[in-house]
């Protein structure tokens, strides 16, 4: 680094004994297509920042404009090595077409995924194909067709400096000239890039879990060269890096056992031993949804029942990345976290899982998986297999008609009503099971209110006459077609808990339910959610003494998802409010059922308590105390009271950093099977 550092203080020091300005000048003269391509190209760039993640920093932040603008020169920089002018027009425009278009997929993927487009998701088309209507009613923004403006100015340009641009040949000399003297103005951009990074970000740059940081730091088209490049792991990956990665992952897990009680007993040790289980997958619910009731209706009752009834964990977080319901599913039943390239249901399909029906199977359950969609979608036919599920019903063993149709397919209602049936089949036929069921009809973009059933999300006040005014409140929102999209899904439910009882399914049976992930709705419904103002049909003044700030942590702390424990034998009527994160479902799940996992990342929520910390795939992470955002470096306290030193801020990072690596490489080496099969043959000797 001292040698580069020293290289490029000499390369300046002869730069300054030049006449500058007048290089500059001359070059923009003689240059001026190529100037124009540059400054759209970085513009584009600096607006996604903005748009994407809006903050001063943002704006005037030197480094991620050195980068883009280093790597568009680059690109640029070929240019010069045509011969007609005509030629290099096509080229230019191409690149203009490129990096716009790099632009607005990343703009539109981080609207729903609060992250930025990755080439390992390509291979996903055919599972994302099916929810493209989403993209276009829930997702697509005006902002999204912002990034089509330089490029339209661009190609105007072209077109007005047209008869300037006529073809002509330039000697070979002169243009392989100022070939290298672009690349080399590319290259010392690059190198004053470097010489500003800290350990730091290099780090954060190479791990890459951590994309809004990237973006931010590194700008948007390094981003995606570094991505390209990463993407390529999954092919290579198991060549590079196994020594490095089991040794850290062998150490991390020494370091659990010798700080951490695993065998360590607690209230809800066994309670739920040899019962049957059904777990509920419930697409897109969140615990807002258990929590809200609009003119004295519940838009959840029956859910909402059962957490009151049951063990109802209301602190509870979904750690869901690109791959969505297939990372729930991941996560859920095996205690890991997503991948940080593409997804663990389709990049890594072919490792060796320690899930929870496996699990089950050992103590003697049969195993099975119930969904209304293809088999194939995210993969689900090779992944519940090799999760241990016997036999996976989708949507070809299903009644599936235009009349039962809603949204992706199947209605939830009919989905539940023709699950009861082979659910007793199963009953009838083993001593004890655990399925899981995953709903379809609360997906984005929730779009077909006429097929939810009458569910009123407006406002309705009685005057002093006794007359009903009603106001508009969240009708025509995506947040309330959301909230009638949920009331539907709890019909449903409701149905299919009643359809159960009827049959005496529920004795001897454990129902639990998860929601997925957020909804990923936008923030300004909410911001109307908890400020409305009747009286304008709009939005209360922020000086309004009523109104309620919804600030970006605020709307990260309200994607809570429910998870739920309730049997018909036993009313625990018990709420934890300590947090929780998808991970520690398996090893709570576990010490109840009788299992145990000993490579889980999350902990049984009984024995861990207050001092859990809930790690996110992007590096952020929530704890009682603090909820703390990596890309910004800032925290909030949950708790007024609390004074939160850095060694707490600094400890928690440093543990979210080292789970995030050790689960990846759990997955990409499979470590977990490779470390067994060496703790076999060490027995064997």
């Known amino acids: 680094m001292n040698k580069l550092k020293s290289f490029f203080k000499k390369t300046f020091e ?3 004994r030049i006449k500058t300005e007048h290089m500059i000048s001359n070059y923009v003269k003689n240059n001026k297509v190529f100037v124009v391509y540059v400054g759209l190209n970085v513009l584009n760039a ?4 903005i748009l994407t993640m ?24 070929f240019v010069y090595l045509f011969k007609k002018n005509k030629s290099k027009v096509i080229y230019l425009s191409f690149l203009t077409f490129l990096f716009t278009a790099i632009c607005t997929i990343n703009s539109v993927y981080y609207t729903y995924y609060t992250s930025f487009a990755s080439f390992s998701m390509l291979s996903l088309t055919q599972f994302i194909a099916p929810v493209g209507d989403a993209v276009v009613k829930n997702i697509l923004q005006i902002k999204d067709f912002i990034y089509i403006i330089p490029l339209l100015s661009f190609y105007i340009y072209l077109f007005i400096n047209r008869k300037k641009l006529k073809t002509k040949v330039v000697i070979k000399k002169r243009r392989r000239k100022k070939f290298l003297k672009t690349l080399l103005a590319g290259g010392i951009l690059i190198g004053v890039f470097c010489i500003t990074l800290s350990g730091i970000e290099v780090s954060r740059f190479i791990k890459q879990w951590n994309k809004e940081y990237v973006v931010q730091r590194f700008g948007i088209y390094v981003y995606q060269i570094n991505d390209g490049i990463a993407s390529l792991k999954p092919k290579i990956s198991s060549m590079f890096g196994y020594d490095d990665a089991a040794k850290q992952f062998r150490e991390y897990f020494d370091d659990r056992k010798k700080n951490e009680d695993t065998t360590k007993e607690n209230e809800y040790t066994n309670i739920f031993k040899d019962k049957n289980v059904l777990v509920i997958h419930a697409e897109s619910l969140q615990t807002v949804a258990l929590n809200t009731e609009f003119n004295g209706k519940e838009v959840a009752p029956n859910f909402k029942k059962l957490a009151q ?6 602190n509870f977080y979904s750690q869901v990345s690109v791959g969505t319901s297939s990372d729930a599913e991941l996560t859920f039943n095996n205690s890991l976290m997503p991948t940080k390239s593409g997804t663990a249901f389709v990049s890594y399909s072919d490792r060796k899982y320690y899930a929870t029906p496996s699990k089950m199977k050992e ?20 992944m519940h297999n090799n999760f241990g599920v016997d036999k996976f019903y989708s949507k070809v063993d299903y009644n599936v008609t235009k009349d039962n149709t809603i949204g992706l397919g199947i209605s939830d209602k009919a989905f539940f009503s023709q699950s009861v049936d082979y659910i007793e089949k199963i009953s009838k036929e083993h001593d004890k099971y655990y399925g899981t069921l995953i709903t379809l009809t609360n997906h984005t973009p929730f779009a077909e209110v006429d097929k939810y059933g009458e569910f009123d999300v407006s406002l309705k006040e009685t005057d ?11 009708e025509d929102t995506k947040l309330g077609n959301y909230f009638k999209s949920v009331h539907y899904a709890d019909e449903a439910f409701g149905e299919f808990i009643n359809a159960l009882d009827e049959k005496g399914l529920l004795n001897n049976t454990v129902v639990i339910i998860y929601g997925d992930h957020d909804a990923r709705l936008p923030k300004d419904d909410y911001n109307r959610f908890y400020n409305y103002d009747k009286e304008n049909d709009d939005i209360l003044d922020e000086e309004d003494p009523n109104y309620e700030e919804f600030d970006s942590y605020k709307y990260e702390l309200n994607r809570k998802v429910p998870f739920i424990i309730w049997t018909k034998d036993k009313k625990y009527e018990t709420e934890v409010t300590d947090v929780m994160g998808m991970y520690d479902a398996m090893p709570t799940m576990g010490n109840m059922f009788g299992f145990k996992n000993d490579y889980a990342l999350g902990h049984d929520i009984f024995n861990i308590k207050s001092d859990n910390i809930v790690v996110f795939p992007n590096g952020n992470w929530v704890t009682n105390k603090v909820y703390y955002n990596g890309q910004k470096g800032e925290y909030i306290t949950l708790n007024n009271n609390e004074v939160i030193d850095k060694d707490y801020i600094d400890n928690k990072t ?17 470590l977990v099977k490779k470390e067994k099969e060496k703790q076999q043959v060490n027995k064997s000797k």
Do not use: C, Q
């Open 14 to 16: 002869k730069i300054k």
């Open 46 to 49: 600096m607006l996604l920042r």
């Open 464 to 474: 002093e006459n006794g007359e009903i005014k009603t106001y508009p409140y969240m």
């Open 654 to 670: 440093e543990y979210a950093e080292k789970l995030l690596d050790v689960s990846n490489d759990m997955i990409v080496f499979d």
């Open 363 to 382: 103590l003697g359950y049969y195993t099975f998986s119930m969904h209304g969609n293809t088999a194939d979608y995210w993969n689900r036919r090779v």
């Open 54 to 77: 809006p903050s001063f920093g943002n704006i005037i932040l030197p480094k991620p404009i050195i980068a883009d603008t280093a790597v568009v020169v680059i690109f640029g920089s």
């Open 309 to 314: 009834e049951g063990i109802y964990f209301s």
